[in-house]
C-alpha cells in the first residue's frame, strides 16, 4: 500500500519508482497476514524461534488436543511469500500445516533501497 500523502491522498505503490520520499509521506504501511501453525507440540521451540525470526507477533497458542497445538502469528506478507513454508516444513520434519489470511495493512519502518552495479 505504500503510503499516505500529508494532504490526506493514499497511494498504492507496486513499483520501486512510485516511492515517495519519507518528507512527503506521513505512514508508510506493510500488508499484513495472519497467519495459523497446526503442529505437534514437541515442535513448539523451533516454530516460535523461526516466526520471530520472520517479524511475527505471536497472537495465540491453543492446544487442540494433548498432542497437537494450533500457534496464530501475525506476520508481514513479504516474510511469508519468501520461502517461509519451506523452512516450517523442515523445522517440523514435515509435520506442521500453514494457512494464512489478509490482516489488512499496518504502519511500519520501510524505506526504498537503491542498489547500483558496475556492469
Known sequence: ???????GQELIVSNPSEWEDKSEVD???EPM??????????YM?????????????QRSIENI???????QFLF???????????ELKSVTSGY?????????YQP??????DLLLNG
Open 1 to 7: 500500500k505504500g503510503s499516505k500523502k500529508r494532504s
Open 27 to 29: 505512514t508508510y504501511e
Open 33 to 42: 497476514v495472519l497467519g495459523t501453525i497446526i503442529s505437534p507440540a514437541e
Open 45 to 57: 521451540s523451533t516454530i516460535l524461534e523461526l516466526c520471530h525470526d520472520r517479524r511475527g507477533e
Open 65 to 71: 488436543d494433548q498432542t497437537r497445538l494450533n500457534i
Open 76 to 86: 508481514p506478507l513479504n516474510e511469508v511469500v519468501t520461502n517461509f513454508f519451506d
Open 96 to 104: 506442521a500445516s500453514f494457512d494464512y489470511e489478509d490482516a489488512g
Open 108 to 113: 511500519s519502518d520501510l524505506h526504498r533501497m
